[in-house]
Every structure is written in structure tokens, then in C-alpha cells.
T-cell receptor, first 112, second 118 residues
Framework: DTGVSQNPRHKITKRGQNVTFRCDPI?????LYWYRQTLGQGPEFLTY????????KSRLLSDRFSAERPKGSFSTLEIQRTEQGDSAMYLC??????????FGQGTRLTVV | AQKITQTQPGMFVQEKEAVTLDCTYD???????LFWYKQPSSGEMIFLIY??????QNATEGRYSLNFQKARKSANLVISASQLGDSAMYFC???????????????FGKGTLLTVNP
């Protein structure tokens, strides 16, 4: 499968625990995005990488959130001390410089 | 400020008929792009169609067409000959340029849930 891959697909965690999600973009895509989608809403932009550099972060990305993209390939999104309000679908997308964005299937997080 | 408005929370259509999903947008950027994505229950956002702000003709992709009315700032999606597999959430999105214009991010509407009845 040469599309955008996200793992895990589902994650249930207790409030206060840390979680980490992974995104493997399409191999030739140097731009990578994270979005969050809550129930009944469209996806909202969280952060953007060009190669390994994180070039933009949304104000939605609180201090408990951190994203990395070492070596400009896969990316991880970590949420520390999870809260119930963090429950959402976390979507990753990648694109080439002149191309359109392709999304993964997302990681659905439930904080109990 | 909300930049993408989808006024139809839900729409129903009979199989084999056409359906129009509404989208209006707001931007002061002269260069922008409009997208439609389909999101089935599996969660993946599937790209359907794209319209650039300078494109002279309405975009078409198979059974999908985009009715672009620039002066009215609307970009409605038309699905012809609906199929049962078209049942899904549909999102309209706009490409914005970040400061410096080196990249873009997408701003999405709240979506329309389309149900195709047999």
C-alpha cells in the first residue's frame, strides 16, 4: 500500500496517560500535516512539516501536544496528560510541493 | 471567522438521481483553491475534486462536478447518478496560503451527511 498510513487506528486511554500516534506519509512527499477532527466537525489544522522542519503550529496545539518528524520521513504526534477533550480523530496528510494532499485513515482517540 | 459554510447537515437522494451539496466560502486572498473530500465511516478523507480560483471552467471528475460561482463565492458539488456507495460525509475545504506563501493548509466546513436511498 503506497498511501498515507497511520497507526494505531484506534486508541483508548485513561485520562492523564500519554499517547503517541505515528504517520507514515507517501514516500516522495516532503510536506506532512496533522489535523484533528471532533465529532460533527470538519478537520482542523494542527501542525505542518516541510521535511524535518516544523514550520507552523496552530493555537489548538497546546503545550501538552508535541509533533516530530525526524529525518523528514515518518511523523509522531504525542499527547501528554490526556484529557477527555482530546478525544477526536487525528488525521495525517502528506503532499508533494505542487500536488494535492492525501489523507490517511486517521487514529481515533478515546479518553476515558 | 468561519471561512467555509456548508448549510446542509444532511441530504437524502434516491439512487441514480443527481444531488447538489452546497458550499460557500469567504476569503480576501485572490489566489485560492477549493476542494471537496468524501469521508466514509472508515474515517479516511478521500479527495474528489479541485477548483482553482483562476480556473475558467468548472472542474469535473467522472460523476463529480463543481459548480463554481466566483462572484457569489460558492463552490457546490454536484454528484450525478448517485450510487449507494456515495453515502458518506462530504466536506468542502479551502486552501489558504500561510504567511510567505510557501505552503498551504486546508480549512474545512462542517460537512454534509449524504444518504443514498435504494
Amino acid at each position: 500500500d503506497t498511501g498515507v498510513s497511520q497507526n494505531p487506528r484506534h486508541k483508548i486511554t485513561k485520562r492523564g496517560q500519554n499517547v503517541t500516534f505515528r504517520c507514515d506519509p507517501i514516500s516522495e512527499h516532503n510536506r506532512l500535516y496533522w489535523y484533528r477532527q471532533t465529532l460533527g466537525q470538519g478537520p482542523e489544522f494542527l501542525t505542518y512539516f516541510q521535511n524535518e522542519a516544523q514550520l507552523e503550529k496552530s493555537r489548538l496545539l497546546s503545550d501538552r501536544f508535541s509533533a516530530e518528524r525526524p529525518k523528514g520521513s515518518f511523523s509522531t504526534l504525542e499527547i501528554q496528560r490526556t484529557e477527555q477533550g482530546d478525544s477526536a480523530m487525528y488525521l495525517c496528510a502528506s503532499r508533494s510541493p505542487l500536488g494535492e494532499a492525501f489523507f490517511g485513515q486517521g487514529t481515533r482517540l478515546t479518553v476515558v | 471567522a468561519q471561512k467555509i459554510t456548508q448549510t446542509q447537515p444532511g441530504m437524502f437522494v434516491q439512487e441514480k438521481e443527481a444531488v447538489t451539496l452546497d458550499c460557500t466560502y469567504d476569503t480576501s486572498d485572490p489566489s485560492y483553491g477549493l476542494f471537496w473530500y468524501k469521508q466514509p465511516s472508515s474515517g479516511e478523507m478521500i479527495f474528489l475534486i479541485y477548483q482553482g480560483s483562476y480556473d475558467q471552467q468548472n472542474a469535473t471528475e467522472g460523476r463529480y462536478s463543481l459548480n463554481f460561482q466566483k462572484a457569489r463565492k460558492s463552490a457546490n458539488l454536484v454528484i450525478s447518478a448517485s450510487q449507494l456507495g456515495d453515502s458518506a460525509m462530504y466536506f468542502c475545504a479551502m486552501r489558504e496560503t500561510t504567511p510567505g506563501g510557501s505552503n498551504y493548509k486546508l480549512t474545512f466546513g462542517k460537512g454534509t451527511l449524504l444518504t443514498v436511498n435504494p
